[in-house]
């Protein structure tokens, strides 16, 4: 088999034409180039996957692969600035390390308290299955959250406790994602705005609020299916189309936005599984369907392993 179709035949998410395949290609050749060129060459880890070279450990070629193609999709098939993404994306994983935000941070029930993640098994529509939640209307204190989370109380790593949580929240929900399903390949988020008071918008919440923005528009590319925003009060539209004039928000990544003034989301999601507050018929709340145990993967594993190794190392060194 030629290259291109090795490649074209690791990709079962889509059917990639010559030139597409030969660009998806080019982009692999360039991992080494690539690698050597970041701030920490060692750091070859993207959603938990390995992005090396094919012959080595714990690389899963067509995951690889799949992960790849979102970030040249991004860019237009435009291989430098695909390089370029990829680069910045690992520069800031290995620096913010979303793993760790994921898997190893424990945060306090009040942020914890605003997320959930969901995963159906029977929805109608392709890449809905897996969903993050943000019940930001039971951001009570916005300026109690950010000034009791809003300080990096975890000196070594970057980004407030509110940030961090958020990524966390993204990062695990990216583990039930299957990178070779178009089907399910993406996942839905929605932002429950119930309850939520225009006093309650404080500076510091607009700081992470952008910051967020920021982060997930370059370092999570092709990932999302599409974004609703429950509950918006009529009264608060505006907060939409401010965001619309500010031009944070990529044109592609406006055309996923659903916004409701209800929180009905039964002939998205089915109300077979949804709560009866979102228009389903369960009669449990949302916090009941919160997938607890997301398991992280083999690659995961390992590089957490590395990080808690050199924390314990780093602290060794700081006793003698
Ligand atoms: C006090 C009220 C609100 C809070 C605490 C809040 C919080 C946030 C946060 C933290 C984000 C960052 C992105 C994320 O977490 O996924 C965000 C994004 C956003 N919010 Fe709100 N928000 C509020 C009100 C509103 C209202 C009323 C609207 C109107 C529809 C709105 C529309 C948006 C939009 C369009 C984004 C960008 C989403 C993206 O690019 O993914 N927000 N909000």
Same mark, same amino acid.
């Given at each position: 088999?030629?290259?291109?179709?090795?490649?074209?035949?690791?990709i079962?998410?889509?059917?990639?034409?010559?030139a597409?395949?030969?660009?998806?290609?080019?982009?692999?050749?360039?991992?080494?180039?690539?690698?050597?060129?970041?701030?920490?060459?060692?750091?070859?880890e993207?959603?938990?996957?390995r992005?090396?070279?094919?012959?080595?450990?714990?690389?899963?070629?067509?995951?690889?692969?799949?992960?790849?193609?979102?970030?040249?999709?991004?860019?237009?098939?435009?291989?430098?600035?695909?390089?370029?993404r990829?680069?910045?994306?690992?520069?800031?994983?290995?620096?913010?390390?979303?793993?760790?935000a994921?898997?190893?941070?424990?945060?306090?029930?009040?942020?914890?308290?605003?997320?959930?993640?969901?995963?159906?098994?029977?929805?109608?529509?392709?890449?809905?299955?897996?969903?993050?939640?943000?019940?930001?209307?039971?951001?009570?204190?916005?300026?109690?959250?950010?000034?009791? +989370? !809003?300080? /990096?109380?975890?000196?070594?790593?970057? *980004?407030? &406790?509110?940030?961090?949580?958020?990524?966390? =929240?993204?990062?695990?929900?990216?583990?039930?994602?299957?990178?070779?399903?178009?089907?399910?390949?993406?996942?839905?988020?929605?932002?429950d705005?119930?309850?939520?008071?225009?006093?309650?918008?404080?500076?510091?919440?607009?700081?992470?609020?952008?910051?967020?923005?920021?982060?997930?528009?370059?370092?999570?590319?092709?990932?999302?299916?599409?974004?609703?925003?429950?509950?918006?009060?009529?009264?608060?539209?505006?907060?939409?189309?401010?965001?619309?004039?500010?031009?944070?928000?990529?044109?592609?990544?406006?055309?996923?936005?659903?916004?409701?003034?209800?929180?009905?989301?039964?002939?998205? +999601? !089915?109300? /077979?599984?949804?709560?009866?507050?979102? *228009?389903? &018929?369960?009669?449990?709340?949302?916090?009941? =369907?919160?997938?607890?145990?997301?398991?992280m993967?083999?690659?995961?594993?390992?590089?957490?392993?590395?990080?808690?190794?050199?924390?314990?190392?780093?602290?060794?060194?700081?006793?003698?």
């Amino acid at each position: 088999m030629s290259e291109i179709e090795v490649v074209k035949a690791s990709i079962k998410s889509t059917n990639l034409s010559d030139a597409e395949a030969e660009k998806l290609s080019s982009v692999i050749e360039s991992i080494p180039e690539i690698l050597k060129g970041l701030d920490n060459p060692e750091y070859d880890e993207i959603y938990g996957y390995r992005i090396n070279e094919t012959d080595k450990e714990h690389v899963n070629e067509s995951i690889r692969n799949e992960i790849l193609l979102k970030f040249l999709i991004a860019d237009g098939y435009d291989i430098d600035l695909c390089k370029e993404r990829l680069s910045n994306t690992l520069n800031w994983r290995s620096s913010f390390q979303p793993l760790s935000a994921a898997f190893e941070e424990k945060f306090d029930a009040e942020l914890n308290a605003l997320g959930v993640i969901t995963n159906f098994q029977n929805v109608s529509q392709d890449n809905l299955y897996s969903a993050t939640w943000n019940l930001y209307g039971n951001l009570k204190d916005p300026k109690k959250i950010f000034k009791k +989370f !809003g300080d /990096n109380q975890n000196k070594e790593l970057p *980004g407030s &406790q509110f940030l961090r949580w958020r990524v966390g =929240l993204m990062e695990r929900s990216l583990q039930l994602v299957d990178f070779s399903d178009s089907k399910h390949n993406k996942i839905a988020q929605i932002h429950d705005y119930k309850n939520v008071s225009m006093f309650r918008i404080d500076p510091d919440m607009k700081v992470a609020t952008k910051q967020i923005i920021e982060i997930f528009g370059a370092n999570y590319p092709e990932l999302l299916s599409t974004k609703f925003f429950v509950n918006v009060p009529q009264i608060m539209g505006w907060v939409f189309t401010f965001f619309k004039a500010i031009h944070v928000i990529d044109a592609a990544t406006l055309k996923k936005f659903q916004v409701l003034s209800h929180g009905d989301l039964s002939s998205w +999601f !089915g109300s /077979n599984n949804l709560p009866k507050e979102y *228009g389903g &018929q369960l009669s449990k709340d949302l916090f009941a =369907l919160d997938v607890t145990n997301i398991k992280m993967t083999e690659y995961a594993e390992v590089i957490l392993k590395k990080i808690v190794d050199e924390e314990i190392a780093q602290n060794n060194l700081e006793v003698e």
